[in-house]
């Protein structure tokens, strides 16, 4: 009663909601057999949806616990999908953290809802902590929906780029899934995996190898450059990447290395007796004659070859079982025969593991074993099957010890098997015996032994064991036979001996192994053969199929032999076998028939039926079923299950001829080494003097040389205030301390100048420090001539004048393509500007062309100054869309397009021109713009509320909205008196250009800087009345609005334009080639640079 009691208690209790923290009690309530499943308040996770609401972050960090813990015990718990979702804009870390791991998991099953959080995960791809940024980029590659391929590819493409390396992991990890969603996206995948492999970090090694091999595993030119590095890494990496980095490199080893034991390169030479015979002086002749013909060149192993087995070496130690298991593939594959033995040690050390790992390991061992004995026959003890060996182990443990066997070790295996025999295991028992009887076939001097104790086994209670040593004993007798007939009586007696069990054994392999050695050997029992076959004939009909089949045999032998005692006995069994229900056995019955027994109408063969039947059978192969798994790469699916498995790449053979090794040198960056004779010859051409070489730098020869130059002007302009004097060197020190001199006021006027400046470099050296020791440091930079310094013309800063705009400044500016020394002016030249503009340096226009072209080459996009000024659109387009449909909206209608003019709210908003129809039969009052549901950085400036659309009517209002240069729609509400609607604002990436004037020259060098990852192009075929220059810009200016550049080049037009949000260049230019066209787009913002090159696509390529 007591325990009714409970269950019933326990069936009330269940009106609460279930727990879901991971407890029994909570396992017990949410089993969909408990009575709660069928309750009508019955609501499944309700507890942690309303924590998930709440604005609380220790609830709703508590509940993403308590779901985790649901998905790591293998629960659903997708339902939760919708209240999860919502906390990917948590500012909380750690919830943000347990957010993305849930939607890693989900976001496959649940595209549509994951769809919707696709800027919020673009946002976070720009977090500060990597842990957030790896995740976003994580949850982004498993939304598995080709529409978001190219903002995958784009992201990838950053995060390679990424600071942290886990981040740059993470991206290596996205690559395969992106290549499986859309395949034709491999040669930029290629890229992107080409500068992966080329990173120095042992973390990404690994990934980078792993993306390598799913994606172009038959690129292997991208190995080369990094082979060295990767074997130089391999003991760094973390563990599963050192499984898939070695895999790797043992195919490459098989390509690119010749075959280490080759027999024509290895010249084993045999130990001579002590005392030669006449034999040996035989052979010597022989051998001098034979030495006037071209030896074979001994074999010398490659350095790289050898620096990856020395390096694998070590991770044999590994405590991980598949780091232990691709080293030993790895020699076995690859290493030369003496060295391969070293695996054994470690893979023995592997068997005391979980029996998952023992069976792999065995599996491996068995197939090296089969042709390699002595790497494993010291462990022979090892392989000794337990007691509580599963029987999977238990085969494989017998296989090797099978294998193992030699004449020395033979005895100890076979007293081993006999221990086995009686295992309680049946199946483990017939395998023993089976062993036995290979052991017997391959070592000649133990085969009578174990034929002796096969037989005894004969007498066994087990049937099982009776039944496969019959079986056995069948096939070496027929060994014997075919080899030599040497013991007829005692085959003799083992074939009576079995007669006698015939008709007590019951196993259908065995009867049928008695019945065949009785025909087959009948003329050594001709009194008991007949005598068998009557037994048999009279329970023929129950005897199974392969027994029937034996007895038909049987019959037909004993006809052949002694036709007399059996012919009638024979026709008795074929009629019998004549309505048989199996039509093996009928068939074969009349076959048979023909043969033995002929009619009038007797065939051709019927005279060579005995020649047929008592022919010499072939013996029976007893070999290792792990004799031809080598064929598959060890530590494989594909060798474990003998089969070729999907995804399975066969291991290459070695090369007959070396490839070029020289493939896998990389070039070493070598110290800059000036030309001094080339210096010296501009020196005298332009009537200066040579000066002696100096401290080589590492830039190139031509600032070099412009360095030189600049000093040279720099002491004519010393002479004229000084005495000049004849050495050179004298004057550039005089020269320099002039200079030093000048900046001395300059310097302490601006301190606070060159710190901004020093911080925005992020250059070593401190600005804060005194005086002297920065005029030291000018001193020591000027000396070894490191960058070219702007030098004045004019006279008047070395009479000490104190204007502002003859003052220069040493500012130490980074960029990204070197370290380049500055001299700006003080006042005039703003601190950390992007875009250096001659004409803002004053009247004594000190700056040279060259440092004006580098100080422009700090800006990427951005404000471009001068040179670029927004105009006025060349294409007003007329296409229009639909806003809100007039059913959806009750008669109202509402209709947008882009004006392309500028906005008068903001300069950054795109203009919108709404067209609003009252279709409906009652006017329509207070239309407005409602509530708005925009993503971060977007703005929408609303149109006046129009109080009044009468009947029929038709009313245009401008509104503005600021998309803040993304792809993404601007949601928002039209609301009129009655109802609300909820309607989307697309904007084509064109439309969200405005176009600006640029100088040819302005536009190459700002698509100079918009290269590489910012720059986007393809080709189009374009029909014949498609390419005059009028078709070329109205297709351009239908997709973006943007601007002609006026271009000197032939068949080269070229459009400017620039973001209205981010003012970010875009640059397109098209270059026609007969009937193609090649499009490039050049953008800071890389997702407009892709969807405008598609589009361009689309419109050069359609039809009017």
């Given at each position: 009663m007591a325990s009714n009691g409970g269950f019933q208690n326990s069936g009330y209790n269940n009106d609460r909601p279930p727990s879901s923290t991971g407890s029994g009690d909570a396992d017990v309530a949410t089993d969909p057999a408990s009575s709660s499943f069928f309750m009508n308040d019955y609501k499944k996770h309700d507890d942690l949806k309303q924590m998930l609401d709440t604005n609380k972050d220790n609830l709703k960090l508590e509940a993403m616990k308590r779901i985790i813990g649901m998905v790591a015990k293998g629960k659903d718990a997708s339902d939760l999908f919708p209240a999860v979702v919502k906390n990917v804009v948590s500012k909380n870390l750690e919830v943000k953290k347990l957010v993305y791991v849930y939607l890693t998991r989900y976001a496959e099953e649940q595209q549509d809802l994951a769809l919707l959080s696709i800027s919020t995960f673009q946002r976070a791809l720009k977090d500060p902590n990597q842990l957030i940024r790896a995740s976003a980029l994580r949850v982004l590659s498993s939304i598995r929906v080709p529409v978001i391929v190219p903002i995958m590819m784009l992201s990838i493409k950053e995060s390679c780029n990424d600071m942290s390396p886990y981040v740059r992991k993470t991206a290596a990890h996205a690559i395969p899934k992106l290549f499986s969603l859309d395949p034709e996206l491999k040669d930029q995948l290629i890229e992107v995996i080409e500068k992966l492999l080329a990173d120095k970090t042992t973390l990404v090694a690994g990934?980078?190898?792993?993306?390598?091999?799913?994606?172009?595993?038959?690129?292997?030119?991208l190995i080369h450059k990094n082979y060295r590095k990767l074997c130089n890494l391999l003991v760094d990496v973390e563990e599963w990447g050192q499984v898939v980095i070695i895999n790797m490199l043992t195919r490459y080893a098989r390509t690119q290395f010749v075959n280490p034991n080759r027999d024509d390169m290895i010249e084993e030479e045999s130990e001579k007796a002590f005392y030669g015979s006449d034999e040996d002086e035989e052979k010597e002749d022989k051998e001098e004659e034979e030495d006037d013909k071209p030896k074979k060149k001994p074999y010398v192993m490659d350095p790289d070859h050898r620096l990856l087995l020395r390096n694998c070496k070590p991770l044999l130690n590994s405590r991980n079982a598949a780091v232990v298991m691709a080293v030993a593939q790895l020699y076995y594959h690859c290493a030369p025969r003496a060295e391969v033995g070293m695996v054994a040690k470690s893979l023995i050390r592997l068997l005391r593991s979980h029996k998952e790992v023992q069976y792999i390991v065995l599996s491996n061992i068995a197939t090296m074993s089969v042709k390699r004995k002595g790497m494993f026959e010291p462990f022979l003890k090892s392989f000794y099957v337990h007691s509580t060996d599963p029987t999977h182990v238990k085969l494989l443990k017998l296989e090797i010890l099978t294998n193992l066997g030699t004449e020395t070790s033979i005895s100890t295996i076979i007293r081993e098997f006999q221990?086995?025999?009686?295992?309680?295991?049946?199946?483990?028992?017939?395998?023993?015996?089976?062993?036995?009887?290979?052991?017997?076939?391959?070592?000649?001097?133990?085969?009578?032994?174990?034929?002796?104790?096969?037989v005894r086994l004969m007498s066994n209670r087990d049937e099982t064991v009776v039944a496969e040593s019959v079986v056995v004993i069948k096939k070496l007798l027929q060994m014997q036979s075919t080899d030599s007939v040497s013991q007829p009586q005692e085959h003799k007696d083992i074939i009576v001996h079995m007669a006698k069990m015939a008709q007590d054994i019951t196993v259908p392999m065995a009867r049928a192994s008695i019945l065949w050695m009785i025909g087959e050997y009948s003329d050594r029992v001709p009194k008991i053969a007949p005598d068998v076959l009557r037994q048999c004939a009279k329970n023929f009909i129950n005897e199974e199929d392969i027994v029937k089949l034996q007895i038909l045999n049987l019959a037909a032998k004993l006809c052949i032999t002694n036709s007399k005692q059996t012919k009638l006995l024979c026709q008795y069994v074929f009629n019998l076998a004549k309505y048989d229900q199996n039509y093996d056995i009928r068939d074969r019955a009349r076959f048979l028939r023909q043969l033995i027994i002929p009619g009038e109408k007797a065939g051709a063969f019927a005279k060579y039926a005995k020649k047929m039947f008592l022919a010499t059978k072939p013996a029976p192969v007893l070999e290792s079923k792990f004799k031809d798994r080598d064929q598959f790469q060890l530590a494989t699916l594909s060798h474990v299950l003998n089969t070729k498995a999907t995804g399975y790449r066969e291991i290459p053979d070695f090369p007959e001829v070396a490839p070029d090794p020289t493939v896998r040198n990389v070039e070493v960056p070598t110290a800059w080494v000036a030309d001094t004779n080339l210096l010296a010859q501009k020196k005298k051409k332009k009537g200066g003097k040579v000066k002696p070489a100096k401290k080589k730098s590492f830039y190139s020869d031509e600032e070099s040389e412009e360095e030189d130059e600049d000093e040279e002007e720099e002491e004519d302009s010393s002479d004229e205030t000084d005495s000049s004097e004849e050495d050179s060197s004298e004057e550039e020190e005089e020269s320099d301390e002039e200079e030093d001199e000048e900046d001395e006021k300059p310097k302490k006027k601006s301190k606070k100048v060159e710190d901004e400046e020093d911080e925005e470099s992020s250059e070593e050296v401190d600005s804060s420090e005194e005086e002297e020791s920065s005029e030291e440091e000018d001193e020591e930079e000027e000396s070894s001539d490191?960058?070219?310094?702007?030098?004045?013309?004019?006279?008047?800063?070395?009479?000490?004048?104190?204007?502002?705009?003859?003052?220069?400044?040493?500012?130490?500016?980074?960029?990204?393509?070197?370290?380049?020394?500055?001299?700006?002016?003080?006042?005039?030249?703003?601190?950390?500007?992007?875009?250096?503009?001659?004409?803002?340096?004053?009247?004594?226009?000190?700056?040279?062309?060259?440092?004006?072209?580098?100080?422009?080459?700090?800006?990427i996009g951005g404000d471009t100054g001068r040179s670029t000024t927004v105009t006025a659109p060349s294409f007003i387009p007329t296409k229009t869309y639909e806003l809100l449909n007039r059913i959806t909206g009750g008669g109202l209608s509402i209709t947008y397009r882009f004006t392309r003019t500028v906005s008068i709210f903001s300069e950054k908003m795109a203009s919108v021109e709404l067209t609003l129809t009252n279709s409906s039969d009652k006017p329509v009052l207070n239309v407005k713009i409602g509530d708005k549901k925009l993503q971060s950085g977007m703005e929408i400036f609303d149109f006046p509320e129009i109080g009044n659309l009468g009947v029929g009517a038709t009313v245009t209002a401008t509104m503005g909205i600021n998309f803040a240069d993304t792809t993404q729609p601007a949601t928002f509400d039209v609301c009129t008196q009655e109802k609300k609607f909820s309607v989307t604002v697309k904007a084509p990436v064109g439309e969200q250009i405005q176009p600006v004037n640029m100088a040819e020259n302005e536009f190459d060098k700002q698509q100079g800087k918009l290269s590489g990852m910012n720059e986007n192009s393809g080709t189009v075929d374009m029909a014949t009345e498609?390419?005059?220059?009028?078709?070329?810009?109205?297709?351009?200016?239908?997709?973006?609005?943007?601007?002609?550049?006026?271009?000197?080049?032939?068949?080269?037009?070229?459009?400017?334009?620039?973001?209205?949000?981010?003012?970010?260049?875009?640059?397109?230019?098209?270059?026609?080639?007969?009937?193609?066209?090649?499009?490039?787009?050049?953008?800071?913002?890389?997702?407009?640079?892709?969807?405008?090159?598609?589009?361009?696509?689309?419109?050069?390529?359609?039809?009017?």
């Open positions: 990934s980078a190898i792993q993306a390598f091999e799913e994606v172009c595993p038959e690129r292997i030119d221990t086995y025999i009686t295992s309680t295991d049946k199946e483990f028992a017939a395998a023993t015996i089976q062993a036995i009887g290979r052991c017997a076939s391959t070592i000649p001097e133990i085969t009578d032994t174990c034929l002796n104790g096969l490191e960058e070219p310094q702007p030098k004045a013309k004019s006279t008047k800063a070395k009479t000490g004048a104190t204007s502002n705009a003859a003052m220069l400044l040493d500012l130490d500016l980074t960029m990204s393509l070197g370290d380049t020394l500055v001299n700006q002016d003080a006042e005039e030249a703003e601190v950390g500007s992007t875009v250096a503009n001659p004409a803002a340096v004053g009247k004594s226009d000190f700056l040279m062309p060259v440092l004006a072209q580098d100080m422009s080459s700090l800006s498609n390419t005059d220059i009028k078709t070329i810009s109205r297709r351009v200016y239908e997709v973006a609005n943007v601007v002609q550049v006026p271009s000197m080049q032939d068949n080269t037009y070229k459009f400017a334009g620039k973001t209205l949000s981010a003012g970010a260049l875009v640059l397109i230019s098209v270059k026609l080639d007969g009937r193609k066209a090649a499009l490039k787009v050049n953008c800071e913002k890389m997702v407009i640079g892709s969807m405008l090159l598609k589009d361009l696509k689309d419109s050069m390529t359609k039809k009017d």
